[in-house]
């Protein structure tokens, strides 16, 4: 009984050692920005969608992302900041995916794609730039506002899921 013990301890050492040495870690906690940079500033992001005020709902979903964690600071200048986040959001696009028997819509497919910077306040160095997208289905309705409603938790859900992905590519250097 005592041997078995030994073996899965020396087990759970080994599995430890090796999963630690693959650089294996939770999204979001990597260490790929230097230590100076703890105030964010993220611009309003551009929309260049037909799409009326979707920028200001990623916008606030970034910063929202950025705050919640204890060592970064959002501040509301550029020039309090160490590093500025600023993009353009280059497509929205809801359309239809499901129809029912009838061929009346059931389903759409809202997605949302974005254009993105992290940099020093003077363009000096640039920490991360890329594209993120994210899509999400909401139900059709015949009320025209339930189905106003619903488009706009799937654009919510859409800027949180963007602003997540674009955290953890900006902190793992992705």
């Known amino acids: 009984m005592r041997l078995e013990v030994k073996y899965v301890v020396a087990c759970l050492c080994l599995i430890t ?16 920005l230097p230590d100076d940079v703890e105030k964010i500033f993220v611009e309003v992001l551009t929309n260049r969608t037909t799409e009326p005020f979707i920028e200001n709902k990623l916008t606030s979903a970034v910063r929202d992302q950025f705050a919640r964690r204890p060592e970064f600071e959002v501040v509301s ?29 059931k389903e759409y497919r809202a997605a949302m794609t974005a254009e993105l910077r992290f940099e020093r306040p ?14 999400e289905e909401f139900m ?35």
């Open 17 to 32: 050692w090796i999963s630690g040495g693959c650089g294996y870690h939770l999204p979001g906690r990597g260490d790929a």
């Open 77 to 105: 200048t550029r020039d309090k900041a160490d590093a500025v986040l600023s993009g353009i959001i280059t497509r929205y696009r809801a359309r239809a995916v499901a129809y029912d028997e009838y061929d009346d819509i």
């Open 122 to 135: 003077d363009g000096s160095e640039v920490f991360w730039q890329g594209n993120v997208s994210w899509d």
């Open 140 to 174: 059709a309705h015949d009320d025209r506002s339930q189905q106003d409603n619903n488009e706009t938790e799937a654009q919510d859900e859409i800027s949180f899921r963007l602003a997540t992905e674009l955290f953890n590519r900006i902190v793992d250097n992705f």
